[in-house]
């Protein structure tokens, strides 16, 4: 396919298409037995293809939780598998939100599994989790920048728990959450200068419940991936003063349980979701 | 079941019985093909069989490493399926090596996976990562402890790129591992007053290779999975040393490369095997 495109370019190109929507897939147990659908992976399939009728065309993506498939097995990760396709067969791209993180070769077997073309579970980027240290990565790292494909690193969670190991503060004097902006921000730079891309493919997870102005979002020069919205209480708005001065189509915010909580009519879902999109296309860079 | 005894307990008994080993299972496509096995579900399958055969009566748990069944997708996840319920014939624990970590429903439905009688992946004991904060886990902290099920979090890993994070400063003063470290200790506390068990349940995974002697290690009163021992440079000695003073049959000690290297003979596993198994049980506590 000659050049490949990257990540945080291809997600700008599909923001700018579609919303800076996520929409979310976490078939719960409450939530499937809400839509009168088993709790097996014939209920998670038919959750995952009724949200992707619902908004192909209108979300830029959908992140399915990969915890709720992983609970059914085996049986469940084929499901998961049916509907990545769909997915992409409806031009959406997929976010695996799974926050795996290890280092060496068993990352890079997280690599082969998420985001290597010939595996079933291939998807366009994958949530990770740092712990061990983002150095550790580096194979993962390097296999999704010359894929064309991303990862978004948990920086700043939407939850109150997790401030006590993000905000602690690291030898060189800036909290785990900066230190790992910066880190991520100096490879998109490396990315973006010897690719010739415009935005790096290094994403970072920052919950908008966050009190802005914390951290130097913009100078990430990658991608946003968002949580917090709706059900977890913040607005379009709030993202937007958050992520001021961001980049354009960097700012990918999901939204899961006040989207799904409209089905299982499709219609209703593609009303919630078309809402939604509109106020975020209007309040986020 | 009547009164469910703990996993700490569990494990503690395992160890007298057996030893402190820990046959790490991690089925590399480097190893596969060393072992003359097909990169596929049925190579994992067959190098998980010999495995557990080699070593049962010997080690007191194999640890399969979620990241090389999850390269395969379903199929490979339906041959971990396989692998856990012939280790559990075998009289062998297991730990699922998958180093999940997540928040509240997400993080009961990893628990739902990995820790739940009814799940296919059902395990002795899953380790996990507490980025989001171990807080936010509560519901599987609790699932675990009241199942006979454990948790082993990562508190100081193996490798060097860890350490930004892992001793970074929190506002309470101490390091992110220490503070891990003396939040699991407050839980065993609890679990040991109030469920009159003689360890608790929640593990902490620490590297061998470390420094002693920084971690108060003996205060956790729960289980130690220690990698770092074998091919990544640590001895026997290292470990009983670093644990010194820890309670008997809490250090589970694990080595992967080392004995797998021996394969795919039955025998030759088994010899190293049993030769680690028996210098482990000389050195550590």
């Known amino acids: 396919m000659g050049e490949q495109a990257g990540f945080g370019d291809r997600l700008a190109a599909q ?34 293809r009724a949200l992707i009728e619902a908004v ?12 709720f498939f992983e609970r059914h097995g085996a049986a469940g990760i084929a499901a998961l598998e049916l509907v990545i396709e769909e997915a992409h067969r409806a031009g959406l791209m997929v976010v695996a939100d799974a926050k795996r993180g290890d280092i060496d070769s ?11 073309a010939s ?22 790292v390097e296999q999704a920048t010359l894929a064309g494909r991303g990862l978004f690193v948990v920086v700043a969670s939407s939850n109150p728990e ?33 690719l010739g891309r415009s935005v790096g493919s290094l994403g970072a997870v920052v919950g908008a419940t966050r009190q802005a102005g914390r951290l130097d979002l913009p100078s990430l020069n990658g991608p946003f991936l968002v949580p ?14 958050l992520f001021e001065g961001c980049m354009p189509g ?16 499709v219609s209703a879902l593609a009303t919630a979701a078309s809402e939604l999109a509109g106020e975020l296309t209007r309040s986020v860079p």
């Open 15 to 48: 923001v700018a298409a579609t919303s800076p929507l996520c929409a979310g897939l976490d078939p719960s147990p409450a939530l499937l037995e809400r839509w009168g659908l088993p709790d097996g992976p014939h209920g998670l399939e038919v959750m995952g």
């Open 56 to 67: 192909g065309g209108v979300a830029a993506a959908i992140k399915p939780q990969v915890a």
């Open 106 to 116: 068993t990352m890079a077997a997280y690599g082969s599994a998420w985001l290597d």
């Open 119 to 140: 595996s079933p579970l291939c998807v366009d980027a994958l949530t990770v989790v740092a712990y061990l240290g983002l150095g550790a990565m580096e194979a993962v």
């Open 162 to 194: 997790g401030r006590s190991i993000q905000e602690a503060v690291t030898a060189g004097g800036d909290s785990v959450e900066a230190s790992l902006l910066s880190e991520l921000a100096r490879r998109n730079g490396d990315e973006i200068e010897q």
């Open 228 to 241: 917090g919205v709706g059900a977890q209480g913040a607005t379009p708005r709030d993202v937007g003063e």
């Open 250 to 265: 960097t700012v990918l915010v999901n939204a899961s349980r006040s989207i799904l909580a409209a089905g299982p009519s």
